[in-house]
T-cell receptor
Framework: DTGVSQDPRHKITKRGQNVTFRCDPI?????LYWYRQTLGQGPEFLTY????????KSRLLSDRFSAERPKGSFSTLEIQRTEQGDSAMYLC???????????FGQGTRLTVV | GDSVTQMEGPVTLSEEAFLTINCTYT??????LFWYVQYPGEGLQLLLK?????DKGSNKGFEATYRKETTSFHLEKGSVQVSDSAVYFC????????????FGDGTTLTVKP
């Protein structure tokens, strides 16, 4: 068990570019969560999947954000037309079922310049 | 909606001092409560949890008791070490979706030798 893995760890992009992040959950975890964390604040929930189904999206997830988990294993989070306000740490977490706590990855730090 | 309020930091203590970080919450229903820790450069790690009133979560010398009457989940440790320096997050989640959490803004703890 290697834990939740996120790639890349850091991403610097120019405003207006698209970026995609990947998350590999702990194997056998059927739930996968995305959070965003800005400096000095706690993580904020964005969306979650059960297997390949996206079950909930936060109002924080604007139309420029899309997440997928095509085969119920890894997930991607894409941000289109990035804005400086998108600069944050994007965290992925996974859990084995609905009643167990989630394990977090180390995050992808996005800087939009 | 649900919310978590943490004691504002930063908190600076000398080694072997007693630690308390206050956490209160507002929630509809009957949430599960968590403390997460984030060491520099690392992801969030679950420190302890409690799922019902009067439950005491404990780990690595840290403790927190679920107080429904005061809607609180204060974190305590009797004798802190330099290695406890980190950011501590209080969080709550629904019992039926433990991975979807609402976090406080975190409290930075620095322990000096």
């Amino acid at each position: 068990d290697t834990g939740v893995s996120q790639d890349p760890r850091h991403k610097i992009t120019k405003r207006g570019q698209n970026v995609t992040f990947r998350c590999d959950p702990i194997s056998e975890h059927n739930r996968l969560y995305w959070y965003r964390q800005t400096l000095g604040q706690g993580p904020e929930f964005l969306t979650y999947f059960q297997n390949e189904a996206q079950l909930e999206k936060s109002r924080l997830l604007s139309d420029r954000f899309s997440a997928e988990r095509p085969k119920g294993s890894f997930s991607t989070l894409e941000i289109q037309r990035t804005e400086q306000g998108d600069s944050a740490m994007y965290l992925c977490a996974s859990s084995f079922g609905p009643n167990t706590e989630a394990f977090f990855g180390q995050g992808t730090r996005l800087t939009v310049v | 909606g649900d919310s978590v309020t943490q004691m504002e930091g930063p908190v600076t203590l000398s080694e072997e001092a007693f630690l308390t970080i206050n956490c209160t919450y507002t929630a509809t229903g009957y949430p599960s409560l968590f403390w997460y820790v984030q060491y520099p450069g690392e992801g969030l790690q679950l420190l302890l949890k409690a799922t019902k009133a009067d439950d005491k979560g404990s780990n690595k010398g840290f403790e927190a008791t679920y107080r429904k009457e005061t809607t609180s989940f204060h974190l305590e440790k009797g004798s802190v070490q330099v290695s406890d320096s980190a950011v501590y997050f209080c969080a709550l989640s629904e019992l039926t979706n433990a991975g979807k959490s609402t976090f406080g803004d975190g409290t930075t703890l620095t322990v000096k030798p």
